[in-house]
């Protein structure tokens, strides 16, 4: 497997910012969607922002928790998916898992923790 890298986690107060980024070591075809996942002790894990290929454009899609206030984005050459996360809150603290699917398999990046200071 080809694996997504993924940095820009850390520790950060109520109300802060962080912007994740997740890119491949090689490119990769056939996209169809990118997508941020996270998974917070206790609790089940679920997609918070996906982009998904949709006609001649993307669309994007936010789990109700965090609209508003994450955003998901790419680069020009599509090689590298952020995500923008503002007014962070407490239970926003997780591990953060970015994945790209493609038409053959998933693409999974390592985790990165995000802890919000209480």
């Known amino acids: 497997q080809v694996p997504l890298v993924e940095s820009g986690g850390g520790l950060v107060q109520p109300g802060g910012s962080l912007r994740l980024s997740c890119a491949a070591s090689?490119?990769?075809?056939?996209?169809?969607?990118m997508g941020w996942y996270r998974q917070a002790p206790g609790k089940e894990r679920e997609l918070v922002a996906a982009i998904i290929t949709a006609g001649t454009a993307s669309t994007t899609d936010y789990a109700d928790s965090v609209k508003g206030r994450f955003t998901i984005s790419k680069d020009n050459a599509e090689n590298t998916v952020y995500l923008q996360m503002n007014n962070l809150k407490p239970e926003d603290t997780a591990v953060y898992y970015c994945?790209?699917?493609?038409?053959?398999?998933?693409?999974w990046g390592q985790g990165t923790q995000v802890t919000v200071s209480s």
């Open positions: 090689r490119s990769i075809s056939s996209i169809y969607a």
């Open positions: 994945k790209w699917a493609t038409v053959d398999r998933d693409y």
